[in-house]
């Protein structure tokens, strides 16, 4: 049996990390992911797709990435059967998330070092490292 995600897409909210009774991090969070259109023509459709992070993965999306930022994410699908308040029976998808990557620029960011990565470097280089520090 193979069950295995890839998503990509936005964050639609602000991802906020939750610390449970026991010390475990979660992350519930929503992406929203395009479909891809067979035809040019028609209108794009968008996913809003559930997904969950635990520990070191929930520290790391907290820590990078926020409302509207693009990340690409792995995992899997899962199911939970539940009663709500009022007796009925629902069910839950979502994508349990094991891994997660950068895709874009975040917001904000010029895009400076990708028109001339090698000047970006020299110029970084140069806030941190004098000819003094050097052990040669």
Known sequence: MLNTVVLMGRFTEEPNIKSLDSDKKVMKFCLAVERSQANKKEERK?????????EKTAEF??????????IIVEGRIETR??????????KSIYVL????NFCA?????NNQSQENPQKSRENNSNN???DEDLPF
């Open 105 to 109: 620029l975040k917001k904000g960011e």
């Open 97 to 100: 998330v094991n891994n997660v």
């Open 81 to 90: 059967q539940y009663e709500d308040k009022q007796g009925n029976k629902r």
């Open 61 to 70: 999306i907290s820590k990078y990435f926020e409302k509207g930022d693009a």
């Open 128 to 130: 941190w490292l004098n």
């Open 46 to 54: 968008t996913d809003f797709i559930d997904c969950i992070a635990w």
